[in-house]
């Protein structure tokens, strides 16, 4: 392998598969990125592999000699960082040993790899189930979703967001047993979405289940391009492979049937109040001093003569408060209480001025809807069961 | 107590003072500050002492009865740091509690506190010997210095910076065994520092050693007030107290004779190279990924031929490197090795363009000085001792 690239196109390429490698891997060549340099094609190609998450980018090289290998992430991607951007990178590897040496300005370095044929092949399943996706849909399903998944391992299926594929539309959802975050988008898929059925299943109604770990860095990822892309989806053999530009993702799917969450929503609310987003969130957030101090209850009750709501918090020996805030009511008059930090991250996830709180009994389920918004938001919250005075 | 405050106010004067509250409090009071308002001089002040460091500020207030408590630092600040900037904040206490009732805009909060007769009592001495310092100045020296001093507790008086007062220069200097910053500021200190001087003391010759810790909360407090300012120092019972504007901060000294620091530095040197500082740090830095690997050392060797140093480093397994800079020579060849961590150090700490490494042999002491710049700082580094190929 011989090759000259740019340090900022290196460095780049390289932060991004890092976040492929494992932190603690299980196997030492698991440590490394893979660098594979194409004297055909003029590009060399960076993997990062943790046996779930896989990241593969390329980019641009004056490649002399074709070749690979593998390098220590951590090591090679901190040297590279800090190079100078004005001089080119040399990369030579002549095969012999398992080593690299690296030129740019003035420095000379030799790093000690691994081969690459010990690194193990990315899952770049390219057949099955297929859908073309729009980046920004996605971006927004993952953000309004990704957070109320469970981050317990022994919850296994409920650690990931279930995606669901049907006609034009994307419908994402996460739940932890506690609350569950719903996000539907329409038009979020190409109508030419059958591109390649092996199993001619039927491709317009397709649903996976993906660990939120890999799709944090899938949603990292699309967030920081600038065009209204199109993602292309293959699902097959329990992986699924994000492929965009020069840039692709594979995660091993989470298996098992995602539990049936539609029956979990209430189909009517006997009461429900309206507030600005920001003024609950606010109140909510001091309220919070206090309730993490003790069970992070917080409790809601209306106050129908003032039209306000009071949000209340005992902290026993360390203090108590209330905040009010203006509401507009219908319905019966509401008494419920829960997790303050369930329903800041609820809020949060929100981008509406105003939002809808929608309850039946002090005991069932409650949901938090956006008034005005494009987004097909739900989010649900279980109620933590108080003695409530009134 | 009763008054009504500013939100801003009572929010910076908070955070201002719970640097100086204990995160491990040996009493529980000690994780509280102390609140004082005065009815005649309409002011509140706040008090943080953790019974080696104290601060205590002060800002107006419509106090409509005076009184004093103290409130758990952590839970009274993030509350107060939420509350609405729009709203006044009003802080009642009847005393017959120890609760505080605090209110803004929609929220009242009632938090559990203790008797400010519990508080220790802050080492306010005025006595003793004095001296006013140009707060520049003493940011200068601090900034110069303290990331010399050690972090080992044993090491007791090497915990601290050691301050001496002469004429109308201070230094500062500080080490840790194994390096040692000094930092000598001229014209720092007012010629009227005889002002109080009850044992007769010459005022014109003093030295004292203080925790690194209570040094670093002064830096940071002096280095964000705008004014070219005189800060008043008092020195007594193993106390001292810095005294600015409506700030206090008292520390308590170390005891002990600090070694003689000058002493260590060598009279002259029989070789010298001039380096570009950023140029070096660069090479330092990429030097270091792999040095930090293995033993953090790094070679320097002069290569006279093409007016170079190489700089070196072999992490053996990991890999090894080499980066080649430009350098003037004095006097003969350069062959040292170094912790790259305490060079690196030493060069953040100056500011000049160029900067001089002089050195006798590779196991007496070097030193790093800028190069046509105000400061008198001199950085002494004992080298590491290493098998040296030239």
Known sequence: MKLVCSQAELNNALQLVSRAVASRPTHPVLANVLLTADEGTGRLSLTGFDLNLGIQTSLSASVEKSGAITLPARLFGEIVAKLSSDTPVSLVF??????????????????????????????????????????????????????????????????????????????????????????????????????????????????????????????????????????????????????????????????????NYNQLIPESFSKSITLDRKTFISSL?????????????????????????????????????????????EGESIQIAFNVRYILDGLKAIDSDEIKLCCNAPTTPAILLPLNSPLGFTYLVMPVQVRLES
């Open 94 to 259: 002549d095969g012999d040993r398992e080593q690299i040496d690296l030129r740019s300005k003035g420095g000379s370095y030799q790093m000690r790899g691994m081969s690459a044929d010990e690194f193990p092949e990315l899952p770049l399943v390219e057949s099955g189930t297929s859908f073309k996706v729009n980046a920004k849909a996605l971006v927004q399903a993952l953000r309004g979703t990704l957070f109320a998944s469970s981050t317990d391992e022994a919850k296994q299926l409920l650690t990931g967001v279930h995606l669901s594929f049907d006609g034009m539309s994307l419908k994402a959802a996460a739940t932890d047993g506690h609350r569950l975050a719903v996000l539907k988008m329409e038009n979020a898929l190409q109508n030419d979405n059958l591109i390649n059925d092996d199993d001619s299943q039927n491709n317009s109604n397709f649903a996976v289940t993906l660990p939120s770990r890999s799709l944090r860095e899938v949603e990292r990822l699309i967030s920081n391009w600038k065009t209204d892309d199109l993602i292309t989806l293959f699902c097959d053999k329990g992986q699924v492979v994000f492929l965009a530009a020069d840039q692709v993702v594979t995660s091993r799917t989470l298996e098992g049937v995602y539990p």
């Open 285 to 329: 957030e001091r309220i919070a001093v206090l309730a993490d101090q003790h069970n992070n209850v917080v409790k809601i009750i209306s106050d129908v003569s003032t039209e306000n709501i009071i949000i209340s918090v005992d902290a026993q020996d360390v203090g108590s408060g209330s905040e009010s805030i203006p509401a507009k009511f």
